[in-house]
């Protein structure tokens, strides 16, 4: 059974900092590219970032270009995502995804070709 953990979220205030994990099983990361992705309350679904197979490659959304960054550990099997500089308008569901498609990331990937979903990690950032 595939499965995807997230873990790492909460509340924090407005310039902190949280580290989001996302631990894959009965899958290998080092055979796909993991995104994160996010959803705020009445907003769609975006796509915030991705890290290739091999870690080696990454990309990120504007918004939080500068302030998060995509890491993976391939012995454990797990992908960090580290938010710095945390705003108010960074409150969303957080979502890890594994897209058996690519091993490399393509910035505007379909959301449907992440086969496998975490079932999120709330994070709050107050004012």
């Known amino acids: 059974e595939v499965q995807l953990v997230e873990s790492g979220g909460g509340l924090v205030q407005a310039g902190g900092s949280l580290r989001l994990s996302c631990a894959a099983s009965?899958?290998?990361?080092?055979?796909?590219?993991i995104g994160w992705f996010r959803q705020a309350p009445g907003k769609e679904r975006e796509s915030i970032s991705c890290?290739?197979?091999?870690?080696?490659?990454?990309y990120y959304t504007n918004s939080v270009k500068g302030r998060f960054t995509v890491t993976s550990d391939n012995a454990k099997n797990t992908v960090y995502l580290q938010m710095n500089s945390l705003k108010p308008e960074d409150t969303a569901l957080y979502y890890c995804a594994a897209n058996l498609m690519r091993r490399r990331c393509q910035p505007g990937a379909p959301q449907h070709e992440y086969a496998y979903w975490g079932q999120g990690t709330q994070v709050t950032v107050s004012t």
């Open positions: 009965g899958i290998t990361h080092a055979d796909y590219a």
């Open positions: 890290v290739s197979n091999n870690g080696r490659h990454s």
